[in-house]
């Protein structure tokens, strides 16, 4: 049953309504953030409880920091404006590196683990449904397509990034329930199905990375079981899987085009050949040689401070013109990898300490042979890779309060 009761309910009822809302409906999330923030100061102003954790292994401080150089940067940016508002995109960061270092939070939350994370994948069926729903419609009284079903049709509420590495995140947590619970063949097949319907989701969002790293995941989690003897069933599961990605390749060309956009990334030697290729031949995979060819032109001048929190994509902007990238001009791409948005913004302080983040994750991962973080760890990087997750608030709620969560309980508990 869940906890919701004496003091504990002002924080825990707002925070549990957080993780329920990120993958359903994100304009509720800035509230009930706010909920939270309230309903934790008088948690501690009735608890006294102020008890603060502060370690260099884990990753509190590090987002606290990111944050610090984010608004440092604002004395040499020349966009004010744009700086301030992504520094409030980005205050997730101050938020959850002060909330998962209360002793106190942090306690009550260990107990809470299998419940918080039971309650995130209620929050992520919740969201298949609903825009498995909408597809449905859309194709009965609209589209009269397949199309409905794939990619930005129906991921209708996010960019299908971040959709897909909120389900991909709530597979890990499934995996580890019937990893680490005994529970009844009832409960277990009902598991069973909601991950093949999530597997399903994240093929149809297409999101390039979040399929890389499904099959990562499971790549890890078969390992990992074959030494315990336990991996029959993850293997047959596993296969499933691969027939199911193959069945998507051949039926759908929404699908197969995206795939094979990785397949067909530009083959020319000649930096103005792979330009003009990929000028002509369009597509995100393609758009992305281009982006990351003038991040790192931007970089190459402004190595140890970068250009400002304000003017990243001002000064992306004025490479793009000079690269002839005339799709990155209209819609003012950001680097679309976060270690790069980094680096452009704050310099070289910055891109270091999300590294060291992720490395943390991982550290602690395989030092405490805790398989979800290692996992997690893989969502994170891959994502981070390929898109500027930090950029928006449904990536920086998630990944600062799912990473901080997952780094600030010590144990699992029942």
Excluded at 210 to 235: D, E
Excluded at 269 to 284: C, F, H, M, N, P
Excluded at 307 to 321: I, P
Excluded at 362 to 391: D, H, T
Aim: proline share 1%; charged share 15%.
């Amino acid at each position: 049953m869940l906890k919701l009761k004496g003091k504990e309910f002002y924080f825990l009822l707002p925070f549990y309504l957080v993780l329920f809302f990120i993958p359903l409906y994100k304009k509720v999330v800035s509230l009930l953030i706010v909920f939270l923030i309230v309903g934790t100061v008088y948690y501690l102003i009735n608890s006294k409880r102020w008890g603060i954790i502060i370690k260099f292994s884990e990753i509190n401080l590090y987002w606290f920091l990111l944050w610090v150089m984010f608004a440092t940067s604002l004395l040499y940016t020349e966009n004010i404006d744009a700086g301030v508002f992504d520094l409030q995109v980005k205050a997730s960061m101050v938020i959850f590196s002060f909330f998962f270092s209360l002793k106190s939070i942090r306690d009550v939350l260990c107990k809470e683990f299998y419940h918080i994370i039971v309650i995130w994948i209620a929050g992520i069926f919740a969201s298949f449904l609903y825009h498995i729903g909408f597809a449905v419609y859309d194709y009965i009284f609209r589209s009269h397509s397949f199309d409905s079903f794939f990619y930005t049709f129906l991921s209708n509420s996010f960019h299908p990034s971040y959709l897909s590495m909120y389900v991909v995140t709530g597979l890990i947590f499934l995996h580890e329930i019937m990893l680490r619970k005994r529970l009844d063949q009832l409960t277990n097949a009902i598991i069973i199905v909601v991950q093949f319907l999530l597997v399903l989701f994240v093929f149809l969002l297409s999101s390039k990375a979040n399929i890389i790293s499904l099959f990562l995941i499971y790549v890890l989690y078969t390992s990992y079981l074959i030494k315990q003897k336990r991996w029959t069933w993850f293997l047959g599961y596993f296969l499933v899987m691969i027939v199911l990605f193959i069945f998507f390749l051949l039926s759908f060309s929404v699908f197969r085009d995206r795939i094979l956009q990785v397949v067909n990334f530009p083959s020319s030697k000649s930096l103005e050949q792979k330009k003009v290729q990929v000028q002509s031949e369009g597509g995100s995979t393609h758009d992305r040689y281009l982006i990351y060819l003038s991040s790192l032109q931007v970089i190459e001048k402004n190595l140890c401070l970068g250009v400002g929190v304000g003017d990243v994509k001002q000064e992306l902007s004025k490479k793009y013109l000079q690269n002839n990238f005339k799709k990155g001009i209209e819609k003012r791409y950001n680097a679309h990898n976060q270690f790069l948005q980094n680096w452009l913004a704050t310099g070289l302080v910055g891109f270091l300490l999300l590294l060291v983040v992720v490395f943390n994750i991982f550290r602690k991962g395989f030092y405490e042979q805790k398989i979800y973080l290692i996992a997690f760890g893989i969502v994170l990087f891959v994502n981070l890779m390929v898109e500027s997750m930090l950029e928006t608030q449904a990536g920086s709620v998630f990944i600062v309060l799912m990473s901080s969560f997952l780094m600030s309980t010590q144990e699992i508990s029942g």
